[in-house]
C-alpha cells in the first residue's frame, strides 16, 4: 500500500476522476455518432464532441497514470472498467438506451471478474519498467498497427472482436508505460521515448476501438476491450514489475481471470447477430452492391451511437 494517507487518497482521488471522464467521454462520442450516421472514421474523430470525448479521455489516462504511482495494476486497470457504470447511467438518460436480458446479465459477470481480479493483487510501489519491456512496448506499435490494418483490408464476422482485442492491447500497453512514468526510480533518460510509447499506443487504441464499434455489438465490443487491456498488464505486473496476490488469495486471482474469459466469450457471439447486416450496416455504411437500411424520417438512428472508448448501449 502506500506509504502515507495522503498520497493513497490522492490515487484514490485520481482513479475515482479516470471512472468520471472515461465514462462521461463515453457519452459525448455515442451522441457524436448518433448525429453524424454513415461518417467515416477519420471524419467522426474531428467532430467536436468526439474532440471534447478524446480530451476527457486524456484525463482519464492522466488519473490511471497518478493512480499506478502506488497502486498495482491489477487493481487499477480493473477499477477503470467501472466507467461503464457511468456511461450506462448517463446513455439511459440522454439516449434512451436500455441492454438486453442477455446483456444484462453478462455485464455483471464481467465487472465482478475484474473485481475478484483487482481485490486479489497485493499493492506496491511502482517499478521502473525493465529496459527489454520498454522495447517490447515500443515494437507492438507499427505491430499493433499492421494487425488492424490487416483485419480491415479482409473483414469478417469477427473483425470487430479482433480489432477490440488489439485496442485493448493497446491502452493495456500504454498503461504499462504510464506506471514505468511513474515510477520514482525511473531512468530520466528513457523518459521522452517512454512519453512517446504512451501516448502512440493510446491514440492507436482510440482509433482501433471506434473501428471495432462499426464492425460489432457495442456491448461485445467493450466487454473484449475490458478483458484485454486488463489481463494483459496484470500478466506482465505479475512477472516483471513485482506485482503479487495477497496472500492467500492466488486462487481468487485465478477464478477473477477465468470469470472475465468465459462472460467474454458469452459476449463476444455479438458480432454473429448483426452478421446478416455485415459489417457497419447498423451505421448506415453500405456493403458493395447491398443498400444499407434507411431510417424512416423521424426515427431513432440505431446502432448509430456505437463508436468511442469505453461505452455501453443496447442493441435494438
Excluded at 85 to 114: C, D, I, K, N, Y
Excluded at 115 to 120: C, G, I, M, Q, W
Excluded at 243 to 262: H, Q, S, Y
Aim: aromatic share 4%; hydrophobic share 55%.
Amino acid at each position: 500500500m502506500p506509504s502515507s494517507d495522503g498520497s493513497l487518497l490522492i490515487c484514490v482521488v485520481a482513479l475515482a476522476t479516470t471512472i468520471g471522464a472515461y465514462g462521461v467521454a463515453s457519452l459525448l462520442q455515442a451522441m457524436a455518432a448518433r448525429r453524424q450516421p454513415g461518417t467515416s472514421i477519420a471524419r467522426l474523430l474531428v467532430e467536436p464532441l468526439v474532440l471534447a470525448g478524446l480530451g476527457l479521455d486524456v484525463v482519464g489516462f492522466l488519473g490511471t497514470a497518478v493512480a499506478l504511482h502506488a497502486l498495482p495494476l491489477f487493481f487499477v486497470q480493473g477499477a477503470a472498467s467501472a466507467s461503464i457504470v457511468v456511461t450506462a447511467l448517463l446513455a439511459s438518460v440522454f439516449l434512451q438506451e436500455r441492454p438486453s436480458h442477455r446483456e444484462a446479465a453478462v455485464m455483471p459477470l464481467v465487472l465482478l471478474g475484474l473485481a475478484v481480479l483487482a481485490a486479489s493483487a497485493e499493492p506496491g510501489p511502482a517499478e521502473a519498467l525493465p529496459l527489454l519491456l520498454l522495447a517490447t512496448l515500443a515494437i507492438g506499435v507499427p505491430a499493433v498497427t499492421a494487425g488492424g490494418w490487416y483485419l480491415l483490408r479482409r473483414p469478417g464476422q469477427w473483425t470487430g472482436a479482433g480489432l477490440a482485442v488489439l485496442a485493448g492491447l493497446s491502452y493495456g500497453a500504454a498503461g504499462l508505460a504510464a506506471r514505468g512514468l511513474s515510477a520514482p526510480d525511473s531512468s530520466q533518460m528513457w523518459l521522452v521515448p517512454t512519453l512517446l510509447v504512451v501516448m502512440l499506443h493510446a491514440l492507436q487504441g482510440v482509433v482501433l476501438v471506434t473501428a471495432s464499434m462499426r464492425q460489432a455489438a457495442v456491448n461485445s465490443v467493450t466487454s473484449i476491450l475490458f478483458a484485454a487491456e486488463t489481463l494483459m498488464p496484470s500478466a506482465i505486473g505479475w512477472a516483471l514489475l513485482g506485482d503479487r496476490a495477497t496472500p492467500g488469495m492466488g486462487w481468487f486471482a485465478l477464478a477473477g481471470c477465468g470469470l472475465l474469459l468465459l462472460s467474454t466469450a458469452a459476449l463476444s457471439h455479438g458480432p454473429a447477430r448483426e452478421a446478416d447486416l455485415g459489417p457497419g450496416a447498423e451505421l448506415g455504411v453500405e456493403k458493395p452492391g447491398i443498400p444499407a437500411p434507411r431510417p424512416a424520417p423521424g426515427a431513432p438512428l440505431a446502432g448509430a451511437h456505437r463508436t468511442g472508448r469505453h461505452r455501453r448501449a443496447a442493441d435494438r
